[in-house]
């Protein structure tokens, strides 16, 4: 009877450890038999290659011996030899395992910890494992839990089947959680760490905003509407851009509810924090506009190679627009994706201004006309030197006061300016050592390569050698400010997209890579020469 309820026990601490981890039972039988074989080879000795099995129905334990067949013995403890072990089995062959019954021996007390300490490590193991395969695929999520304890002002939340943990810089400001608080937050990293799998929740992020409007609006759980992006200053203020795949669906009142009811319920939760609904819009300068809402916008200039656009509001409206510390415009920018330049109407007319007189100067400068004419042609809308060389005649002569005669001489000081500028590029070129194979590559003008001979870029090899940001430079974000980098050719009017075609054309002209191969009009392929 002894043994009986012994065995009885085995299974019946299995269960009660298996219930209790929410591990499978078999994981728990498994560590069981690892301590248990660790405990008989401190019996039978450390070289011995024990084994030991544990009935799941009877909870019976066998201990087995394991011995492997050779030719010749050279190890008692864990060899046979093929004549012994076909004594046993006469169908053993050389390489064979042969197992031999060991008898139930008791536990000494040092073996018995040594054995507990095993079947505490597995199970932990076991359960470390479920934790992570359960919590990995919920990043993303937001999950309910009850705070268990605060450290050094993180958070720690029983998640019922695991514990996670919101950093004290994942916490909305002025925020305070004491043990037994229920919380929300948002599941947004799972990492398997030596002590275990670190659940990282977050009530900051962007998307927990978002997954907050997916529970109390409907119509985003449905996929009608669609939150397109959020841009947050948790505690404060934040900005969410939706769109209905419903005409006949408004998104931002979807979102509001019946008197305010859907969006104080998100405001609620996040301690207050005000809530701009922005209508998303595929065209980059509608959806930007909608974004620096309330401040009302009077024009917008895109510029796609940097991602960069600037605004202009009235006078009155700039505070608004720019918010308090810079609010407004730095959550519209993060809404976007492109950086904002705000301006007043009475800057951008300055700004104009200010252009007006540098092209007329430049005029005066370079083709030696009066400050009259250098206005006329600046205010017709032409931008530089070579807009004048290279115009139809009769646009030049339609200008008023002008005719053919006034025309064609300033057309002719023009081609002589630029003559005159190309053949000083020219010397300059050869005095840097730029090499004439470089000129050959398309879209290349005699002020680029002066440009690349002064940054140390000589041979087509060199020029290859480098990436589009070093020839138009870059942008880069520092805290709240972008900060912008020059490039070779800043200021010369090169988009990235055509400084990238430059730079292939040179890879394919020193063999670095094949020449790219386009679909000809017929439907065959043509292979693009290089230039």
């Keep these: 009877m002894a043994v009986s309820a012994n065995r009885l026990e085995i299974l019946q601490i299995a269960d009660a450890v298996a219930r209790e981890k929410s591990i499978d039972r078999s994981i728990v039988i498994a560590s069981m038999e690892d301590a248990l074989q660790k405990a008989a080879r401190s019996r039978y000795g450390q070289e011995t290659e024990v084994r030991a099995e544990i009935n799941p129905r009877t909870g019976e334990v066998r201990f087995s011996r394991l ?32 197992s031999e019954t060991l008898p139930p021996f008791d536990f000494g007390r040092i073996a018995a910890q040594s054995a507990k300490q095993i079947i505490v490590q597995k199970v932990r193991e076991a359960e470390r494992d479920r934790q992570y ?9 937001i999950v309910n839990g009850v705070v268990k304890r605060v450290e050094y002002g993180n958070v720690i939340v029983d998640l019922g089947r695991g514990e996670g943990v919101i950093r004290r810089d994942e916490m909305i400001p002025r925020e305070t959680f004491r043990p037994g608080d229920r919380v929300r937050a948002y599941v947004y990293d799972v990492r398997r760490e030596q002590r275990g799998p670190q659940i990282f929740l977050s009530r900051t992020h962007p998307q927990f905003m978002a997954k907050l409007f997916k529970q109390e609006v409907p119509e985003i759980y449905d996929g009608v509407i669609e939150v397109k992006s959020v841009a947050r200053d948790p505690g404060s ?14 998104p931002v009142g979807a979102c509001v509810g019946m008197r305010g009811s859907r969006v104080q319920a998100v405001v609620g939760e996040l301690q207050g924090e005000r809530i701009d ?12 506009v909608n974004a620096l809402q309330p401040a ?3 024009k917008v200039v895109l510029d796609e190679d940097s991602n960069r656009i600037e605004v202009v509001v009235p006078d009155d409206q700039l505070s ?27 800057e951008e007319s300055e700004r104009r201004q200010r252009e007006f007189e540098e092209r007329t100067r430049a005029f005066m400068n370079s083709i030696d006309v009066d400050e009259v004419v250098g206005r006329l042609l600046a205010s017709e809308g032409f931008r530089s030197v070579e ?31 630029l003559e005159r500028r190309e053949a000083e590029n020219e010397s ?17 003008t005699s002020e680029m390569l002066v440009k690349l001979g002064e940054n140390d870029v000589r041979t087509v090899e060199d020029f290859a050698g480098c990436v589009p940001d070093d020839l138009v430079g870059w942008s880069e974000k520092r805290e709240a400010e972008t900060i912008k980098n020059d490039g070779f050719f800043t200021g010369l009017d090169l988009s990235r997209e055509e400084a990238e075609a430059m730079i292939m054309a040179a890879r394919v002209r020193v063999g670095w890579i094949e020449n790219p191969v386009v679909q000809s009009p017929e439907g065959g392929d043509a292979t693009e020469e290089a230039k």
């Design 237 to 250: 203020r934040a900005k969410i851009a939706v769109v209905s795949r419903d005409s006949s669906i408004d």
């Design 428 to 444: 300059r070129r050869k005095e840097l050592g730029v090499s004439d194979e470089l000129r050959e590559i398309e879209g290349m």
């Design 133 to 141: 395969e359960e919590f990995k695929d919920r990043i993303g999520e």
């Design 67 to 98: 011995m492997l067949v050779v030719d010749q013995v050279e190890n008692d403890a864990t060899q046979i030899s093929l004549e012994d072990a076909r004594k046993r089995n006469p169908a053993a062959q050389s390489g064979d395992w042969i």
């Design 277 to 288: 609904i922005i209508p998303w819009s595929a065209d980059a300068a509608t959806f930007i």
């Design 320 to 346: 608004l627009a720019i918010g308090r510390r810079g609010q407004n415009v730095r959550l519209a920018s993060q809404l976007t994706g492109w950086d904002i330049d705000i301006l007043t109407e009475a």
């Design 387 to 417: 807009d004048l060389a290279f115009v139809d005649l009769s646009e030049l002569a339609s200008i008023e006061g002008f005719d053919e005669d006034t025309a064609g001489e300033i057309q002719n000081r023009a081609k002589t300016y």
């Design 296 to 298: 009302e916008v009077v």
